[in-house]
């Protein structure tokens, strides 16, 4: 299949480089020329302008920062730029209004698009063991299955339209308020005494199990391999767990949603991130106990 793919950044990069493995001609655009050269590393051509990269796509994969740039992409550039029949699916973390106006932009011009962010991080990326949680109709999703499969553990169709950013919303706003709750228990068995290894291997067992202590454990040398054993360098970074945690208190608004330890995490994270931390692991929340 001929896929454009358009953002080649943390995430980007290594999706467009399994795709290429699985067989696809892809065909990339990001603004950095040190992505795009990892990029034609990997196997992708090259385009000098996203116009010039979905010209003959069947498929059209972006992954970009925010809401803005994804509706500018789209309606500057990709619409009217890619063939009649292509299919485009937007895997960035954005506002549900941004994602739902843009796919109805795109029916508008008579194309299929559908909504599918991603969770897994940077080493799923560039493993291709995402989740993705996809909003679209039937059709949509089936045709969507085959261009995302290659860069995925699990596949998942969210629902209708929109579907897609309300389950990824939702599932970092918890993975936040696991993470801290992960953290403040490690300081606490350590500070009350108990080993914090013993306390790992206790609740990882136990009723505390999830995935912030078993697979991700935010304190070094406890646990878990994780970016807090590399001084909390890589993994997903604060800015970007502020940035979705933002989205969900967006979205808890607009429905009129209740979720206060969202509220608190938000507010943590905020606070992390003014002092600045951005860069830092979403894990490194664990420094402030």
Same mark, same amino acid.
Request: charged share 15%; hydrophobic share 45%.
């Given at each position: 299949?001929? *896929?454009?793919? *358009? ?15 699985? &067989?696809? @001609?892809? /065909?990339?655009?990001? =603004? ?5 050269g ?6 992708c051509?090259?385009?000098? $302008?996203?116009?010039?990269?979905? @010209? ?9 920062p925010n ?6 992409? %789209?309606?500057?550039e990709?619409?009217?730029?890619? #063939?009649k ?6 895997c960035?973390?954005?506002? =549900?209004?941004?994602a ?18 991603? +969770? ?8 291709? $063991? ?9 059709t949509?999703?089936?045709? @969507?299955?085959?261009?995302l499969? #290659?860069?995925?553990?699990a596949? *998942?169709?969210?629902g ?5 950013q ?13 993470? *801290? ?12 005494? =108990?080993? #914090? ?6 609740? +990882?067992?136990?009723? &505390?199990?999830?995935? +912030?202590?078993?697979?991700? $454990? ?6 878990? /391999?994780?970016?807090?054993d590399?001084? %909390? ?9 502020l940035?979705d ?14 979720? #206060?330890? &969202? ?12 002092? !600045?931390?951005?860069g830092?692991?979403? !894990? ?6």
């Amino acid at each position: 299949m001929k *896929i454009a793919f *358009i953002g080649l950044g943390n995430m980007g990069g290594g999706m467009a480089a399994n795709l290429v493995k699985d &067989g696809h @001609a892809v /065909t990339a655009f990001d =603004l950095s020329p040190e992505a795009t050269g990892k990029a034609a590393e990997q196997g992708c051509s090259i385009s000098a $302008t996203v116009s010039e990269a979905v @010209a003959d796509a069947e498929a059209v994969v972006t992954m970009l920062p925010n809401g803005a740039i994804v509706r500018s992409v %789209y309606t500057a550039e990709v619409f009217g730029s890619a #063939p009649k029949g292509a299919l485009f699916l937007d895997c960035s973390t954005i506002d =549900l209004a941004t994602a739902r106006e843009v796919v109805e932009l795109a029916q508008a011009a008579g194309y299929e698009m559908v909504d599918a962010p991603v +969770s897994g991080g940077i080493a799923a990326a560039n493993g291709g $063991t995402l989740t993705f949680m996809v909003g679209g109709s039937e059709t949509a999703f089936e045709r @969507a299955r085959a261009v995302l499969e #290659p860069m995925a553990k699990a596949v *998942i169709h969210a629902g209708e339209t929109g579907a897609g950013q309300v389950a990824k919303m939702c599932n970092n706003m918890l993975l936040a308020i696991h993470m *801290i709750g992960t953290c403040e228990a490690l300081a606490l068995a350590e500070k009350a005494g =108990l080993d #914090p290894q013993t306390f790992y291997e206790i609740s +990882s067992k136990a009723t &505390g199990y999830c995935w +912030s202590l078993n697979d991700y $454990t935010p304190m070094p040398g406890v646990g878990a /391999t994780s970016p807090a054993d590399n001084g %909390y360098a890589g993994g997903f970074a604060s800015a970007l767990m502020l940035k979705d945690l933002r989205l969900a208190m967006a979205g808890a608004e607009t429905s009129g949603a209740a979720v #206060p330890m &969202g509220e608190h995490a938000t507010r943590i994270y905020e606070a992390f991130v003014e002092a !600045g931390n951005g860069g830092k692991d979403f !894990g490194a929340i664990f420094t402030t106990l």
